[in-house]
Each structure stands twice: as structure tokens, then as C-alpha cells.
């Protein structure tokens, strides 16, 4: 699953987008891997991520103990909103040498100078060419900066025009907005600071 | 999904539907079910003062399929990955699914946000398997053709929505650029939107050799991607 691919926003608002996930491959080495899994909370939490996740249970608004559920086919994530800590969590992550596929989602520029600066070897690339079809469907670009955030497109675009009327009308703050959006998804992968922020623009408040 | 007589009629229930399948009738919430893809987002949301909102547990192969496309949290049979997808470049250095000489594309249907009628994904299916691509085993579209050389997808579900679906399969280079194009074209014949991705292993040097693929067949890729940065190996250290 592109579960972190296809994000949409400005080159401004997606250098305060980054994730790095960890998955095991279950016809290879996902035999009792939810023990290795957990270690990489372990690794990330101390970095104080906006959001974390595990696609098998939910994120960290909604699950108190994510380690504790980490089964062998979890996936596990970790957002962050800039580049410097997201390094620092490569790094944590290349010194634990778990042996589980890490893969990180951000502008490619900043990925290739990352693993030039730390000495790492890019595997594989993948990118969005966009959305096609009938684009009539689509809601306003701006809502899509927040819907795709969740790949699995369980946030919905009448969700955060809600929010955002009531963001307007002092009836929630953007930081309560955000978290009520970021909870839909479902692998903890929204980013819970970059949407208060594409809130209040939305919203037009300071 | 099933709206039981506790209802008042809200509409708290209304804006989290990602397919706005639900309205307010007569003081009740009323769940179109042939736009309905039972995600269960309205129910998992947790915001029915009444708990009206259920499940249907009698459901149908057909609402089960539904469900399979369109809940992450329902493991479809042909996979063992929650939801819709597979590992895909997730685990690349360690399975080498995609190797050097080929490269991996996914079109979403339904992504983003406006899901999508099976009809639409046999368009796409069917215009890349003119290439003789080859599907990707292990995900549950695969799992719904009939003929995995024509893209002939089941007719009994033909008429059926998901969330969204995903096209997925490997392509030697040499026929990159014409799938490419092959994909753009079908794109006006459909109802739904879609979202195309492109993935390849980096060569010795460290480029990808997709880009310029990319280039050629007239898409501009985006600034941002998902990028495995090769920790992964067959013995985890336990
Ligand atoms: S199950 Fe999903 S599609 Fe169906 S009414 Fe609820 S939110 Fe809408
Ligand atoms: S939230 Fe519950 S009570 Fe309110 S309209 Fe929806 S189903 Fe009915």
C-alpha cells in the first residue's frame, strides 16, 4: 500500500512532512519480527514525533501503548516536521541495525542529501505522476492537503470543510480540529502539526 | 453499514463519510448503501451520541467485498497485509521484488477521496495488460481478475464501489513509457480519478532509472516520494 505517497501541498508545507516507517517482509523475514517492530518506538518516541502510528492498531491519539500491540505484520511509523529530526531518527535507526525495511517518505531532494551526509544506500524510489481521470470529483486542492494524508483515504474532504467552519466560528481550536481529523487515519501516519497549520490558513487566522 | 432506530438525527455522523453517503431524512440519518463502501470511518469515529451506527454482520460476499477494498483494518485473503495493498516497495531490499530492469506501477482508483466502481478498474487493468504486464500476485484486485493476461475482472462485482483499488504490476523498462501513455489514454474513459505511482531500484551509481522514463512518456513526477533506504536483510536482529 502508497499509504504515505500521493501527500499533496507546497514545497513550504511538505518540508514540515516527514515520515520513516518500519515493515518486515512476511514471506521472508516477518517470523516474529513484532518484537523487533517495537524497538523501533524505542528508537523514534525520544524524538518527540508529531504523530506515530501502527497500521494494525491505530495511532497515538487514539492507542496509549503502541508498542504493547505490535504484532509481526505491523507496520510502524513515525511523522515528523522537519528534516533535522528525521535524520536523527535515520541515524538512531542505522546505529540499531534491526534489519527491517526502513523507509522514509519526504521531498526526494532532502532523502538524497540525508543518505549522502549519513552514508546510506538508497534501494528503491517511488513517486507520485499525479491524479487523473475525472478530476471534476475532486474536492478544492487545499482540502486535499489534508485528505491525502491519509493514503487510506478515510479523511474526509466534508470533515475537515467542517472543521474548518468551525475553526472559523471559534467553535474548536486548530489543535482540536487536527487531532480530530488525524485520529481517521487509521496507521497514525497525519501529520497532527502541518494540519493545524493548513487549518488556520484555511480558516484565515493567524 | 446499518443506522439503527436509536437514531435522532443529528448529523454528527454526516461529515466523517469520506463518501458522503450519509443525510439526514426526516429527523434520521439514511446511508445510501449503493454509495456506501463500508470503510466503517462514520462508525470508528465514534461520534454518535446514540450509538446508532452497526455493522452489518450479515453482509454479502458483495458488502464484504466492499469492506476487503475499503476498511484498512480487514486483511484481504490474498495478502497478509491490512487492506487494500501489498508491501510493494516497502520491503524491496529484502524480497527484490522489483529488481534492476523493471520497474513497479500502481493506479490507484478512487484515490483520492472520490472512490471507485470495479468497471472502472477493469478500464485500467485491461489497457495496461495489453502490454503484458504482470500483476502483481498478492493483491486483491489480481485476486478478482478472471484472466490475468486480459485484466478481465468478475462480473458479478463489476458494478460494486470501493474506497479505492489498486492496479499493480511489474514492467520491464523497455515498456515503461508506452503503459505509461497506455494509462493516460484510459484515463478519460472513467467515471472515478486516479493516482499513478512509479517505483524502481537504484542503479549501481545511485540513480533511478525511471525518471527519465517518466520524462518521456509526458508525466512530471512529484517533488516528494517514498524512498527505502536499504536497512532491510533476511536476519533481524532479535
Ligand atoms: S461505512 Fe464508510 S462509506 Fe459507509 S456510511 Fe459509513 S463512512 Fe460512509
Ligand atoms: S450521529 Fe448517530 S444519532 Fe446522529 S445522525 Fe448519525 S447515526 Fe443518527
Known amino acids: 500500500m502508497t499509504h504515505t505517497l500521493h501527500r499533496r501541498g507546497t514545497k513550504e508545507s511538505l518540508r514540515t512532512d516527514y515520515i520513516v516507517f518500519g515493515i518486515t517482509a ?11 517492530l517495537k524497538k523501533f518506538f524505542d528508537i523514534v518516541s525520544p524524538l518527540h514525533p508529531t504523530n506515530m502510528g501502527d497500521m494494525r492498531q491505530g495511532g497515538m491519539l487514539t492507542v496509549a501503548d503502541l508498542p504493547a500491540g505490535v504484532q509481526d505484520n505491523s507496520i510502524v511509523h513515525a511523522v515528523f516536521n522537519d528534516l ?59 482540502f486535499l492537503h489534508v485528505t491525502t494524508q491519509c493514503g487510506h483515504g478515510l479523511i474526509a474532504a466534508n470533515l475537515v470543510k467542517s472543521m474548518v467552519e468551525k475553526v472559523k466560528n ?37 | 453499514m446499518l443506522v439503527m432506530d436509536t437514531c435522532i438525527g443529528c448529523g454528527l455522523c454526516v461529515p466523517y463519510c469520506p463518501m458522503n453517503a450519509i443525510e439526514v431524512k426526516d429527523r434520521k440519518a439514511v446511508i445510501d448503501l449503493d454509495e456506501c463502501v463500508e470503510c466503517g470511518v462514520c462508525l470508528k469515529a465514534k461520534v454518535c ?45 529484502v524480497t527484490n521484488r522489483f529488481g534492476k530492469g523493471v520497474c513497479g506501477i500502481a493506479v490507484e482508483l478512487g484515490r483520492p477521496g472520490t472512490g471507485t466502481r470495479f468497471y472502472d478498474v477493469e478500464k485500467v487493468a485491461k489497457a495496461c495488460a495489453a502490454s503484458n504486464v504482470e500483476f502483481e500476485p ?13 485484466g478481465e475482472m468478475n462480473k458479478e462485482f463489476i458494478n ?6 489498486i492496479v499493480e504490476f511489474i514492467c520491464p523498462n523497455d515498456k515503461v ?4 501513455k497506455d494509462i493516460k489514454k484510459v484515463s478519460a474513459e472513467l467515471d472515478t480519478v486516479f493516482s499513478l505511482d512509479i ?12 525518471y527519465a522514463m517518466i520524462k518521456e512518456a509526458g508525466f512530471t513526477s512529484s517533488l516528494n516520494g517514498k524512498t527505502n533506504i536499504g536497512m532491510g536483510r533476511m536476519q533481524l536482529k532479535f
Not at chain 1, 119 to 132: A, D, M, R
Not at chain 2, 138 to 150: A, F, G, I
Not at chain 2, 177 to 180: H, K
Open chain 2, 177 to 180: 513509457v508506452q503503459v505509461l
Open chain 2, 49 to 93: 451520541p446514540k450509538d446508532a451506527l452497526k455493522n452489518d454482520e450479515t453482509y454479502t460476499e458483495a458488502r464484504l467485498l466492499r469492506k476487503t477494498f475499503s476498511d484498512p483494518w480487514v486483511t484481504h485473503k490474498s495478502t497478509n497485509v491490512l487492506g487494500r495493498g501489498t508491501e510493494e516497495m516497502k520491503t524491496n531490499d
Open chain 1, 84 to 142: 533535522e529530526t528525521l535524520e536523527e531518527a535515520v541515524r538512531r535507526l542505522k546505529t540499531a541495525d534491526l534489519g527491517i525495511s526502513i523507509v522514509v517518505s519526504s521531498l526526494c531532494d532532502d532523502v538524497a542529501e540525508l543518505a549522502k551526509r549519513n552514508n546510506v544506500k538508497l534501494h528503491t524510489q517511488e513517486v507520485s505522476l499525479g491524479i487523473h481521470g475525472n478530476l471534476k470529483k475532486l474536492p478544492a486542492e487545499e
Open chain 1, 170 to 206: 471559534g467553535k474548536i481550536t486548530p489543535r482540536k480540529a487536527s487531532e480530530e481529523i488525524c485520529k481517521q487515519c487509521s496507521c497514525g501516519v497525519g501529520n497532527i502539526n502541518r494540519t493545524e497549520a493548513l487549518l488556520k490558513d484555511m480558516a484565515g487566522i493567524a
Open chain 2, 199 to 210: 517505483c524502481c531500484m537504484a542503479e549501481d551509481d545511485g540513480s533511478f532509472p525511471m
Open chain 2, 138 to 150: 498478492y493483491n486483491p484486485v489480481t485476486s478478482l481478475m478472471t484472466n490475468v493476461k486480459t
Open chain 1, 26 to 36: 512476511q514471506q521472508f523475514n516477518g517470523k516474529d519480527s513484532a518484537q523487533v
Open chain 2, 160 to 165: 460494486e464501489k470501493a474506497l479505492s483499488a
